[in-house]
């Protein structure tokens, strides 16, 4: 009888939530103009609450590009009361036709007898889901007391009724790594227990093979229980014991992801880390020839000690679990306790996932070796109180540290659809622009004569342009009103250091909002010894080529904030918590 390690993600005790702020995640939104998005179950099951997330955006990236990725997280993670993972992956498909890959264009989920109408929106494949309700599912987890009512991979402790949530397959959402084949690429894990990095990476899906059985049997009328479809079978002894035929999926062939240290949060916040700025982790995009469709995706588990997770299974359910639904407990002398426990959520995956974006070939004249920093936007229209569990506008980042060696790309999005909130310009609307100001404290943005974070000279023709676009959106209303949401302001590298200020003068509003922020140049031939880091590439898609390792900048000007390396995690707090995620063996 084989056995395969497991690790469950996920566990909380309340209705707990996960929230993308760059890239935006959707939280299962489309174009809703009201704050609850109107189906959860339309691409992904998140388990989040039904407000929160941000509707369908663009976004254009330049391969192998650094991108921040900012999250919320509620119930903790990097400290003693609990045990957290944080999983971050992605997938992309070439070219960017919208036929496969796909937001969609209505609210309501796909159907695997339309799995083509482009209306719908689509991450995982038809084939993906269809096996994932065909095959067994292990039967060696745990699952406390928890009755499932399948007992196909539809059906987890967490999902016992085996509830459809786009084409995703709950027992893969639910446990990582995976034993079988998913169309998910490996970016990183940040774990509160680094020792479990070996294992995260020798188990990923980057570097290690996965196998699924196949296989197609005549049905015999004498025999009615006879499997006759061999994706029945979740292990190679049970499929070809059986006269079917076990298939690996080659790795994706690229760099195992990236592992490390969980950043700090506080229990029941969807906020800040420990430096009062939001959790980020500095992803390094895929290097891409052809321009690729693709969507992110992130994952959040909180754990509990009241059981040893490595080393609970399924001979451990029903009556013999540790763990009860509910429970009253005699603590002696007369002492009854009823406590808030419910047993499908000790075993509890959050997750969110971004619009689709393009990842895009660099232009001819920017070599793979320099480093591009993406320059981005969150948030949309509201106040704190109207946004919450989302955010309002910032810059993301907001602190940026460059040298005179990297490039920067700027793009702004939103949507025209946004739940009416506090802002200006016309109701409904996300727009975001470029102004300089003279020092972070001002409002009032410099006469044009005076800009220099343009990099050009503003009193030239092309120097004015590109002023008046930035500023403008090169609309002549003063709210950028009838722009679109997108907007891409190119690629610039600085020739002078200095620090740059800016705002987006259409939402920045003093005593209610503020959107700045600042990018520091330092000379590139002045770079402090012992902050240059060589961080892992993570990620490629089929025909594209993957680089060992890419070099940015960590460098900061003494009066500003540290730059971050590539890879990094921002707000990562040494001595975090311990302990293991809850696991189990699949024992066929």
Known sequence: MAKYLLVLLAVTLVAGDLYLHNPRGSNNRLDERNRNRANNNRLFDSQNNNKGGYNQNDMEYYSGSVLQVEWTNQHSCGNDNNQCELVFQYMCEAGSTGAGLRDGQVTNAITV?????????????????????????????????????????????????????????????????????????????????????????????????????????????????????????????????????????????????????????????????VNGYANTYDWVMPEVDEIQTCVFRMRYNISTDDYDGWNTFADMNDDLSPIQNNPTLDLGGGINLKLALNTD?????????????????????ISDSDTIYNLNVKGQRG??????????????????????????????????????????????????????LASPGRNYPRPHKDVTHIGQDPTTEEGFAMLKYWATLNQNDNEQDDAAPYQDFGVLRYD??????????????????????????????????????????????????????????????PDSLPGRALGSVRNALPGGGSGGAPAGYGVQ
């Open 113 to 273: 007898d339309m799995p083509d109408a482009v209306k719908y929106g689509r991450h995982e494949t038809v084939a993906y889901y269809e096996a994932c309700s065909i095959r067994s599912r292990n039967l060696g987890l745990f699952l406390a007391d928890q009755n499932l009512n399948g007992d196909t991979a539809r059906f987890t402790r967490q999902n016992t009724n085996g509830q459809m949530s786009g084409f995703e397959c709950p027992e893969e959402r639910d446990y990582y790594p995976y034993w079988h084949p998913t169309p998910w690429r490996d970016a990183a894990i940040l774990t509160n227990d680094i020792s479990r990095c070996n294992y995260y990476q020798a188990e990923s899906q980057n570097v290690i093979g996965k196998g699924h059985c196949q296989g197609e049997k005549p049905e015999d009328e004498s025999d009615p229980d006879r499997v006759t479809d061999g994706r029945y079978y979740n292990n190679e002894g049970a499929c070809t014991g059986n006269g079917f035929a076990w298939a690996v999926d080659g790795a994706w062939e690229i760099d195992a992801p990236d592992c490390r240290l969980s950043p700090w949060s506080r229990d029941n916040h969807l906020g800040n880390g």
């Open 345 to 365: 959520q000790y075993g509890r995956t959050f997750q969110d996932r971004s619009s689709t974006f393009i990842i895009k070939p660099r232009p001819s004249d």
């Open 383 to 436: 106040n704190i109180v109207q946004n919450y569990p989302s955010v309002e506008y910032d810059f993301c980042p907001s602190f940026l540290t460059v040298s005179t060696a990297d490039y920067i790309h700027r793009q702004v999005t939103g949507s025209n659809t946004t739940p009416a909130g506090a802002g200006q310009g016309r109701e409904s609307t996300d727009r975001s622009n470029f102004v300089e």
């Open 496 to 557: 002078k250091t200095g620090a740059y200020h800016y705002m987006s003068s259409r939402t920045n509003n003093f005593t209610n909002r503020s959107q700045k922020g600042v990018v520091n140049v330092v000379d590139s031939s002045g770079v402090v010894e012992g902050l240059i880091t060589a961080s892992i590439v993570i990620g490629a898609v089929a025909g594209v080529a993957v680089p060992a390792a890419a070099v940015g900048w960590g460098v900061a000007k």
